[in-house]
Nanobody, 116 residues
Framework: VQLVESGGGLVQPGGSLRLSCVAS????????MSWNRQAPGKERELVAS????????NYVDSVRGRFTISRDNAKNTVTLQMNSLKPEDTAVYYC??????????WGQGTQVTVSS
């Protein structure tokens, strides 16, 4: 099983980044996918999630209207489009695949730094 994140980096406040997570080794289309983040000295938090079919999306209040989660079940990929980035969005972002009560997989994380 692998979840490989990419797309992180350094961006100025107000800028945009697009994170991608490519999955392999499990039945991607069956899993709820999410992006989570952990800032220095803080607990990991759920940023956005998307149902297995892509029909249901949820966001933490702090990113709603700025971030968009999407998935492509044909390509085993989930993405997070992040716009209007703020310094408080700085964190390591993790991709997660969850099949409730069955399997729970995490990626290695990608660093996002928002700074001028």
């Amino acid at each position: 099983v692998q979840l490989v994140e990419s797309g992180g980096g350094l961006v100025q406040p107000g800028g945009s980044l697009r994170l991608s997570c490519v999955a392999s080794g499990f039945t991607f289309r069956s899993y709820v996918m999410s992006w989570n983040r952990q800032a220095p000295g803080k607990e990991r938090e759920l940023v956005a999630s998307i149902s297995s079919s892509g029909g249901i999306r949820n966001y933490v209040d702090s990113v709603r209207g700025r971030f968009t989660i999407s998935r492509d079940n044909a390509k085993n990929t989930v993405t997070l489009q992040m716009n209007s980035l703020k310094p408080e969005d700085t964190a390591v972002y993790y991709c997660r695949a969850l099949l409730p009560a069955r399997s729970d997989y995490w990626g290695q994380g990608t660093q996002v730094t928002v700074s001028s």
